[in-house]
């Protein structure tokens, strides 16, 4: 037993597959008790029926139509709001004056309940991909925008001063001291970001799309096909935990320093 908590502990690529396995498994079989004292099905199911009803999206084709609707409009919106992002993020933190400007405005965005305009955005854009990407733009850009300001100003000034004194150009100490310090508050802000994306994805779906995961959510919760919206959200949940780990990973490479 110690010496599988101390593989479990390792950084390593096997210890992080066996985590996500055991607490995969773990989950599986707490649901597997809950569902069995539940036993109005209308409110929770066991694994295998949502495993039933997975399966069936595939063989109607269902689940291959949602996902593109889904996937296409999210990952779309997401880089770009990422890109938006990292750009205002830069533009803060190098003008005091913009950043003392622009910075309650987006504070007071930010706190604005994005989600609760949906239905404003699809009466202006209406049905279908342009409103859920700007919903998800508009849902996902904060996270970006603030850890980018934020980790560009957490720059060690010992090692500005160090690259100032082999005078090097203000090009040069942003290319290599300022940006590479911040990227780790950057990745982080995308980590977050990548999870809001989701979260507006979905609603978008469920007020103006045709198709998605969020429409096949609501269509089977108008039903009450339990499973069905079960295996939508396991899906959902799926994405997010593989954008955590694939960012995760992009971090390590960009600055393995964090790592030692």
Do not use: C
């Not at 084709?61 to 996902?67: K, L, Q, R, Y």
């Not at 978008?204 to 995961?213: D, K, P, Q, V």
Request: net charge neutral.
């Amino acid at each position: 037993m110690r010496r599988l908590y101390e593989f479990l502990e390792q950084d390593t690529r096997a210890a992080g597959f066996a985590r996500v396995a055991l607490s995969t498994v773990l989950v599986l079989l707490i649901w597997q008790v809950v569902s069995m004292l539940v036993t109005n099905r209308l409110l929770l199911v066991p694994p295998a029926e949502v495993a039933v009803a997975l399966a069936g999206e595939v063989e109607q084709g269902a689940m291959w139509t949602n996902a593109v609707a889904t996937v296409t409009a999210v990952v779309t919106s997401f880089m770009v709001s990422v890109a938006i992002g990292v750009a205002v993020g830069l533009a803060l933190a190098s003008s005091r004056m913009l950043s003392l400007t622009g910075g309650p405005v987006l504070s007071a965005l930010n706190s604005v309940p994005i989600i609760a305009l949906a239905p404003l955005f699809i009466a202006w854009l209406g049905l279908g991909f342009a409103s859920k990407f700007v919903l998800v733009i508009m849902v996902a850009v904060f996270p970006v925008v603030v850890t980018t300001e934020a980790g560009l100003r957490a720059t060690d000034k010992q090692l500005v001063e160090a690259a100032r004194s082999f005078n090097a150009t203000p090009l040069q100490i942003f290319s290599t001291v300022t940006f590479p310090y911040a990227l780790p508050f950057i990745v982080s802000g995308i980590r977050v970001a990548w999870a809001r994306a989701l979260v507006g994805i979905v609603v978008a779906e469920f007020f103006g799309s045709f198709a998605g995961f969020g429409f096949a959510i609501l269509s089977a919760s108008q039903t009450f096909d339990t499973a069905r919206v079960l295996g939508y959200v396991i899906v959902l949940g799926a994405m997010g935990l593989a954008g955590s780990v694939l960012f995760a990973a992009l971090e390590r490479h960009l600055a393995p320093w964090r790592q030692e």
